[in-house]
């Protein structure tokens, strides 16, 4: 079936590094613009960055430009963001979300990021 | 960027109860516009795309409605399983999309 599945989260020091990796299976990953978004505890959803089908394009919400970074491989159906410099507002839980016509149609199950000394 | 305004930020309602939630877009978005819904501890799904498109799978009681800068999601006959937070989405300003800020809906 059609499934994400966030990886690698934690609790982790202000000004560290974390990277996180979403796995897709179940559809034609090389096909679709993937993004990640984040939800502070208690807190609504927040689009963070997106990247291109290809992989030629990216794009980044102004508070993590600079610090934050999307790639993935479509030899391997793996998204991943590179997170740098991390800030205690950082902290949320972080979904990999497929893109479908504008709507992010398929979402995994999130992970969460803690950034706290 | 294109903000979203949602309201009410809550409501309370019964089960059997018809339920409407508003979007307004800060501009025209045409017809841009996406709802998901999150249930405690779980992650959004997506219910409605392009302002009244249903997605497969998702129960005929939900629908949407509008075009530009207003919109709708009406549930007209709220069961259980539907109390949860929804939140309205602009895919007009790709590839930047942005979020309303959730309505959550409780039961009376």
């Known amino acids: 079936q059609v499934q994400l599945v966030e990886s690698g989260g934690g609790v982790v020091q202000p000004g560290r590094s974390l990277r996180l990796s979403c796995a897709a299976s179940g559809f034609t990953f090389r096909r679709h613009a993937m993004h990640w978004v984040r939800q502070a505890p208690g807190k609504g959803l927040l689009w963070v960055t997106v990247?291109?089908?290809?992989?030629?394009?990216?794009y980044s919400e102004d508070s993590v430009k600079g610090r934050f970074t999307i790639s993935r491989d479509n030899s391997k159906n793996m998204l991943f963001l590179q997170m740098n410099s991390l800030r205690p507002e950082d902290t949320a839980t972080y979904y990999c979300a497929r893109e479908a016509e504008g709507a992010l149609d398929v979402w995994g199950q999130g992970t969460l990021v803690t950034v706290s000394s | 960027d294109i903000q979203m305004t949602q309201s009410p930020s809550s409501l309370s309602a019964s089960v059997g109860d018809r339920v409407t939630i508003s979007c307004r877009a800060g501009?025209?978005?045409?017809?841009?516009l996406n709802w998901y819904q999150q249930k405690p501890g779980k992650a959004p799904e997506l219910l409605i795309y392009a302002a009244s498109s249903l997605k497969s799978g998702v129960p005929s009681r939900f629908s949407g409605s509008g075009s530009g800068t207003d919109f709708t999601l009406t549930i007209s006959s709220l069961q259980p399983e539907d109390f949860a937070t929804y939140y309205c989405q602009q895919s007009f300003s790709t590839p930047a999309p942005t979020f309303g800020g959730g309505t959550k809906v409780e039961i009376k």
């Open positions: 501009q025209s978005i045409s017809n841009y």
């Open positions: 990247m291109s089908s290809d992989g030629y394009n990216k």
